[in-house]
């Protein structure tokens, strides 16, 4: 599609790269600190359940330099959500700033305000904190056991059965599934259970404030979700939104993470407290303690189909441990369902049937894949097994049931976010052409089924399809607004939030697509809820086409009044003019340009301000699909999974960026690879993580991942920007099924627990009979 | 107490309390190329060039870089434009948050350095210390690759010094 295009499609520059590659200060750590500067530091909770008796600050508060100290004695007392989703969120108002209970390892006990960090963290040190340790709730099954400590015995009548420790249900139901289940010719039945693991941006949550010349209070945050920082943190500390601005300037990265109110709260406060600025940075072990996690799951799926493989029932049941607070818990539970089971979409009897339960384990909350990352590991696994009882090729199967252009899902309309969903069609699906060509370059025929073996090393390959959504349909919002400048340059200012993605850049080319402009003379502002116009932020891979079709419907507009107003120069019908190289033409070939245009427009005849601002509000959310392709090799004697070969074959629509697209799978799947092998909180049997730095809790590094290939299909969504859909999210969810199923071609076992440690591939195949030991 | 030492080309003198890290020394003195990821030497998001060889800046004192050549991600572009680095490493895709990208760069001046022309196993090898948590280091490497070509094809090291014979 890129040759109908001169910008859109092609490698641009990035907006940002040179500051970027230079080290300038853009980060939020990297903004010169205010003079009179407070610092923060935070006390968390030793023991995963616990009340507190007393709280003695006096000597903290005595430290000369300490300026403040919170608690739940001195700060609100409302109820909240730290998510950070649209108004009204649909996570349960079960969070306070701080709490007399504490709920698991890690939650806030008191925040210290002081001169410089040093002295915050020795202050944290004199804080006297009587707790009565009450009996912790350590799994989904004690959650759910008979008489179990309640985690939230407090009134949350928001959450679906806190007397209950349920946080959250949800349910889908079409055609009858056990009389479908009943009938087919073949069934399975699989149980798959995730871990806990954590995002890990290389940036921690960090965020400064301070009141500005007008005294209103200025939060400059490493926040993907800029708009709802400020709603959520003036509701929770009373403040008028007016009151407030939330910049959000680079940030290294958020995955999920950054989609939480975290820390604003507390800044804001001390802030508006002390009339002093603040800053305060999570330490790498509070981004694993005091942060959000994955959820971890327990999934049975059940799939029943006909003797040619055509699925007939697919019946999906999840437990989701959302942790010590509901904080997104019933949208990932739902979004399992959602994102999963349209995919597979001819099966005429489908339940989906979901729960969300409080631990005092941590918090999880949104994490790139949101929910599909397991309910696709399920699926996929429980695919790879009909293949191999109906003696069917693991391609052929999926080819024969996936969804296609056109098609639809009664899930779609059945499972929304926390509501009810939207109905949809398909309107793009380059599904069949991802997996025959990623199918062709990881060598599907001549290597799937072989087990070729080298010394105790054996190789196998293995696949799996996913889809994603492109924004949450007629929730998210996003508006732009253009405005020309005397050189025929625009300003582009959106809401969207550039977590990492380069969203900046993808959203500048379709602008100057548009507009007949070069990338250069598009100046992107974004995230500045003073600043720019409203967008819901960067989450739900919404950027590229939600905020994109605002840029493009801007864009559009101005094109109008460009051509309007060429229209009196070139004394034309503006009908018959056309834009191209910032330019305005007639059929004659005279023409005027855009700077003549901004010129006469900024100070000679007819005078107004070129401009225009345009929204967005999806009606569907049109799914990215891809085929993903793994070639492994497992050691029978150690268990040991090696990870030789990963393609990945894309449907993303249009690619805007084609490398930063590409960078999105990688990134992705490198994270996905980590989670399926390595990566692990380790929670022990007192509720405390292991993992409290990058040494315990290993992140693939470059030496530990083959080189990640990506195909981009040819693809072109007619509801998109230029066609484009998403590619953020899909990438990670691939290496688990995929991993998972080229093991099973490798040795035969099922890996349905993740993560794929040696210890768990040594007892699997121990428990086969082909391990080492046996034979 | 007081360190002098060169910080990119310039003869440099700070005052800092004992117990100051590296880290904390150059971003005090503006050079916020220098990120902190972790402060214990895991993710090489602080990596700096000392002497020429890539150090991570939290594991360090100030005091240790006394009388020594210390050069950041500031230290790389000249008024000429880009360095050759930071050039092939955004064209590929490299970038993508760009906070690990400081670091990563000066580990890969280091290893150009050593390494002129490295295979992609050397490429992963001399980014071990650096942890990316975006990009799944393709692009990554593919700028580093390029880059060496483009050195080898300008005859020009990593200081941005005609090669000499030795
Ligand atoms: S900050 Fe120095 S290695 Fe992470
Ligand atoms: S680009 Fe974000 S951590 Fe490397």
Not at chain 1, 368 to 374: M, W
Not at chain 2, 49 to 77: I, K
Request: net charge negative; charged share 20%; glycine share 10%.
């Amino acid at each position: 599609m890129a040759e109908k295009y001169e910008v859109v499609g092609h490698n641009e520059r990035r907006v940002d790269g040179t500051a970027l590659v230079t080290g300038k200060p853009v980060f939020v750590a990297d903004l010169p600190e205010r003079p009179g500067t407070l610092h923060l530091a935070l006390l968390t909770s030793p023991h995963a359940h616990a009340r507190i008796r007393a709280i003695d600050t006096a000597r903290a508060e005595a430290l000369d330099g300490v300026a403040l100290v919170l608690t739940h004695e001195n700060t609100p007392d409302r109820t909240y959500t730290t998510a950070g989703q649209g108004y009204p969120e649909p996570s349960p108002y079960d969070t306070r700033m701080f709490n007399p209970k504490v709920r698991f390892v890690g939650d806030r006990v008191a925040a210290v305000a002081a001169d410089s960090l040093a002295t915050a963290r020795a202050a944290l040190g004199l804080i006297d904190v009587e707790y009565e340790v009450l009996e912790p709730v350590l799994s989904i099954d004690a959650a759910l056991a008979e008489g179990a400590p309640l985690v939230h015995d407090e009134p949350c009548p928001d959450a679906w059965d806190a007397e209950h420790n349920i946080a959250a249900y949800s349910e889908a139901v079409a055609g009858d599934v056990e009389a479908g289940l009943a009938a087919a010719h073949t069934t399975v039945d699989v149980t798959i259970e995730t871990h806990y693991g954590q995002h890990v941006p290389i940036e921690p949550h960090v965020v400064s404030s301070y009141l500005d010349e007008h005294d209103r209070l200025v939060l400059v945050s490493s926040t993907q979700v800029p708009f709802h920082a400020r709603r959520i943190v003036g509701r929770l500390l009373d403040v008028p939104i007016h009151r407030i601005r939330v910049i959000k300037p680079r940030i290294g990265g958020g995955f999920g993470v950054k989609q939480e109110i975290l820390i604003e709260d507390l800044l804001a406060l001390t802030t508006l407290r002390t009339g002093r600025p603040a800053t305060m940075s999570y330490t790498r072990e509070q981004e694993f303690h005091a942060s959000r996690t994955r959820h971890p799951m327990r999934i049975r799926v059940r799939l029943g189909a006909d003797e040619d493989g055509t699925l007939q029932a697919i019946d999906m049941d999840v437990l989701s441990n959302t942790g010590a607070y509901g904080t997104h818990s019933l949208t990932v539970l739902s979004n399992v369902g959602s994102k999963t089971l349209p995919l597979y979409n001819l099966a005429p009897d489908v339940r989906f049937i979901g729960k969300a339960v409080y631990t005092n384990l941590p918090v999880a909350g949104a994490y790139r894949g949101y929910g599909a990352t397991q309910g696709q590991y399920a699926m996929e696994v429980a695919i790879d097994q009909l293949a191999e009882a109906l003696g069917m090729d693991a391609l052929e199967l999926r080819a024969r049931n996936h969804i296609r252009t056109g098609g639809t899902s009664p899930i779609f309309r059945a499972l929304g976010e926390g509501r009810e969903g939207v109905e949809q069609t398909v309107s793009s699906c380059e599904l069949e052409a991802c997996i025959e060509i990623g199918a062709d370059r990881i060598g599907w025929a001549t290597k799937r089924g072989r087990r070729h073996r080298e010394g105790s090393w054996v190789h196998g390959i293995g696949m799996s399809v996913h889809m994603q959504g492109s924004g949450i349909p007629l929730i998210d919002m996003a508006a732009a607004s253009i405005k020309l400048n005397d050189d025929g340059s625009i300003n582009l200012d959106v809401g969207a939030t550039d977590l990492g993605t380069g969203s900046d850049t993808v959203l500048g080319q379709i602008a100057a697509e548009v507009l007949a402009l070069p990338l250069e003379k598009v100046i992107v502002t974004s995230s500045d809820t003073d600043r720019t116009p409203f967008d819901t932020g960067a989450y739900a891979s919404s950027t590229t086409y939600v905020s994109g079709t605002a840029v493009q419907r801007a864009a559009v507009a101005v094109r109008d009044q460009l051509i309007a107003a060429a229209a009196e120069m070139l004394d034309a019908d503006p009908t018959t003019l056309e834009v191209a190289s910032e330019r305005v033409s007639d059929p004659d070939g005279d023409s005027v340009s855009f700077e003549k245009i901004a010129l006469r427009a900024l100070y000679g005849e007819n005078q107004h301000q070129i401009a225009a601002t345009a929204s967005s509000v999806p009606e569907s959310s049109p799914p990215p699909f891809i085929a993903s392709f793994a070639e492994v090799a497992v050691d029978t004697d150690t268990g040991q999974i090696r990870v030789l070969d990963y393609v990945v074959a894309a449907d993303c629509g249009t690619a805007v960026h084609p490398k930063l697209a590409e960078g999105q799978i990688e990134g992705a799947v490198a994270n996905g690879i980590g989670y399926a092998l390595v990566e692990d909180l380790a929670i022990d049997d007192r509720g405390r993580p292991r993992a409290i730095d990058l040494g315990r809790y290993k992140i693939p590094a470059a030496t530990d991942l083959p080189r990640i290939e990506t195909i981009l299909v040819d693809s072109y969504d007619p509801t998109g920007p230029m066609g484009a859909k998403s590619i953020a999210e899909i990438g990670i969810n691939a290496p688990l099924p995929t991993i998972a199923n080229a093991v099973h071609d490798a040795t035969g076992i099922w890996l349905t627990e993740s993560p794929f440690t040696s210890e768990r591939v040594l007892q699997a195949l121990r428990a086969q009979g082909s391990g080492s030991g046996t034979g | 107490m007081r360190v002098s030492f060169t910080l990119n080309g310039t003869v440099t003198q700070a005052e800092v309390p004992p117990g100051t890290t590296l880290m904390e020394l150059l971003r005090g003195l503006g050079a916020v190329s220098v990120k902190d990821g972790c402060a214990r030497g895991d993710c090489g998001s602080c990596a700096v060039l000392l002497d020429g060889r890539a150090v991570t800046a939290c594991l360090l004192f100030a005091g240790q870089v006394e009388g020594r050549q210390v050069r950041t991600a500031e230290g790389l572009a000249d008024e000429v434009g880009l360095h050759p680095l930071q050039q092939a490493v955004l064209d590929a895709g490299g970038v993508q948050c760009g906070f690990c990208t400081p670091g990563i760069l000066m580990a890969a001046v280091d290893l150009l350095d050593r390494i002129p022309d490295p295979t992609e196993a050397q490429i992963r090898e001399g980014l071990a210390g650096n942890l990316c948590r975006c990009t799944g280091y393709v692009k990554i490497v593919d700028g580093i690759r390029d880059a060496a070509a483009m050195l080898a094809a300008t005859g020009r090291t990593t200081d941005g010094e005609e090669a000499g014979d030795g």
